[in-house]
T-cell receptor
């Protein structure tokens, strides 16, 4: 079965703290893709990163970094020096082999950054 | 370039009615997918269309249907609305069928009374 688990329902931090959002996935496919999306209160899902199953290199983009570990089926997302504008719901998603580009989403983590 | 656009933004319907939601993809994108997001949950896949053909369907009843037009825009139709159909309906577009990144529109918030 294909599944994405985001065990953290809500996280609250104070501005400038670092925060890590966890994502654990399940799939039997050897080729798959993992994504992170941000959903601010406006509702639109904003694409953050796409990673394929053959590329385990960690990635850094400004204050954002991602740690992909196939051994633990995890694709965690860290925000360094968090800001109030980072407050949103963050979704991890899995796209696996098949005829469609269907995304399987986790239940999301609500991040609240307090000033 | 313009992103994915959806209309209307908000919609209120009563049980048993029919609704049509519209989506225009990013220019050059040929695939459109629809997702339903119930409050507090992650989006659930409803349909994917590519080159005007249905390429995938999620676990939704036949009351849900969709189509894609020659200009790659798409409509999602829901018949015989139920209270449980109240949700945010998201449209996403991508270049092709598989593995391409999907970019989402702002969504249509449907309330069924």
């Amino acid at each position: 079965a294909q599944k994405v688990t985001q065990a953290q329902t809500e996280i609250s931090v104070v501005e400038k703290e670092d925060v890590t959002l966890d994502c654990v996935y399940e799939t039997r496919d050897t080729t798959y893709y993992l994504f992170w999306y941000k959903q601010p209160p406006s509702g639109e899902l904003v694409f953050l990163i796409r990673r394929n199953s053959f590329d385990e290199q960690n990635e850094i983009s400004g204050r954002y970094s991602w740690n992909f570990q196939k051994s633990t089926s995890s694709f965690n997302f860290t925000i360094t020096a968090s800001q109030v504008v980072d407050s949103a719901v963050y979704f991890c998603a899995l796209q696996y082999g098949g005829a469609t580009n269907k995304l399987i989403f986790g239940t999301g983590t609500l991040l609240a950054v307090q000033p | 370039d313009a992103g994915v656009t959806q209309s209307p933004t908000h919609l209120i319907k009563t049980r048993g009615q029919h609704v049509t939601l519209r989506c225009s993809p990013i220019s050059g994108h040929k695939s459109v997918s629809w997702y339903q997001q119930v409050l507090g949950q992650g989006p659930q896949f409803i349909f994917q269309y590519y080159e005007k053909e249905e390429r995938g369907r999620g676990n939704f009843p036949d009351r849900f249907s969709a189509r894609q037009f020659p200009n790659y825009s798409s409509e999602l139709n829901v018949n015989a609305l139920l209270l449980g159909d109240s949700a945010l309906y998201l449209c996403a577009s991508s270049l092709g069928t598989r593995s391409d990144t999907q970019y989402f529109g702002p969504g249509t918030r449907l309330t069924v009374l």
